[in-house]
T-cell receptor, first 113, second 112 residues
Framework: QKEVEQDPGPLSVPEGAIVSLNCTYS??????FMWYRQYSRKGPELLMY????GNKEDGRFTAQVDKSSKYISLFIRDSQPSDSATYLC?????????????FGQGTILTVHP | DAGVTQSPTHLIKTRGQQVTLRCSPK?????VSWYQQALGQGPQFIFQ???????QRGNFPDRFSGHQFPNYSSELNVNALLLGDSALYLC???????????FGEGSWLTVV
């Protein structure tokens, strides 16, 4: 079993839709949670970073963490065609493991006009 | 402010050969990590360098080695290349103790 599970999709939504992306994890030692966006043939771009249970909002993006359920989500409001990309969740244990990220497989998202 | 830069962007090697990939971290960052991303998969952690020492290592064989220079730039070396080493190799930089990690655009390696 992988430490981090992420549905690869693909997910196709119309412009303006609310998108929900999710990851589950098995290792309770994960303390820090990130979401990256990766356009085709490019490096991952950091979107959101959080370390506590609850919600964190940044513009159209909301990251949600539920440590008790080992479940994280990313919501995208008013989705745009430019949001079409692969979304990767990533986690870290911190401490001596700072900077070592464990990624999900990535979810391919297409927003069509 | 330059971000993380990597070179080369693309390269093709033959099985059994050796390859060196290079990375310059984001200005102000002192920690460099390397990841391997196979097609359709998330990146996998190879190792991390800080103060010119390998600080953490993922589940990769000894064929994968690295180096960090005094200016914090880094190299990834892969010996005895296998077809399965074909992937996007990503360099990531951060400040020691931080989980705010930035990635470069990657080096696409094809082994034939």
């Amino acid at each position: 079993q992988k430490e981090v599970e992420q549905d690869p999709g693909p997910l196709s939504v119309p412009e303006g839709a609310i998108v929900s992306l999710n990851c589950t994890y098995s290792n309770s030692a994960f303390q820090y949670f990130m979401w990256y966006r990766q356009y085709s043939r490019k490096g991952p771009e950091l979107l959101m970073y959080t370390y506590s249970s609850g919600n964190k909002e940044d513009g159209r993006f909301t990251a949600q963490v539920d440590k008790s359920s080992k479940y994280i989500s990313l919501f995208i409001r008013d989705s745009q065609p430019s949001d079409s990309a692969t979304y990767l969740c990533a986690m870290s244990m911190g401490g001596t493991s700072y900077g070592k990220l464990t990624f999900g497989q990535g979810t391919i998202l297409t927003v069509h006009p | 402010d330059a971000g993380v830069t990597q070179s080369p962007t693309h390269l093709i090697k033959t099985r059994g050969q050796q390859v060196t990939l290079r990375c310059s971290p984001k200005s102000g960052h002192d920690t460099v990590s390397w990841y391997q991303q196979a097609l359709g998969q998330g990146p996998q952690f190879i190792f991390q360098y800080y103060e010119e020492e390998e600080r953490q290592r993922g589940n990769f064989p000894d064929r994968f080695s690295g180096h960090q220079f005094p200016n914090y730039s880094s190299e990834l070396n892969v010996n005895a290349l296998l077809l399965g080493d074909s992937a996007l190799y990503l360099c990531a930089s951060s400040l020691s103790g931080s989980n705010t990690i930035y990635f470069g655009e990657g080096s696409w390696l094809t082994v034939v």
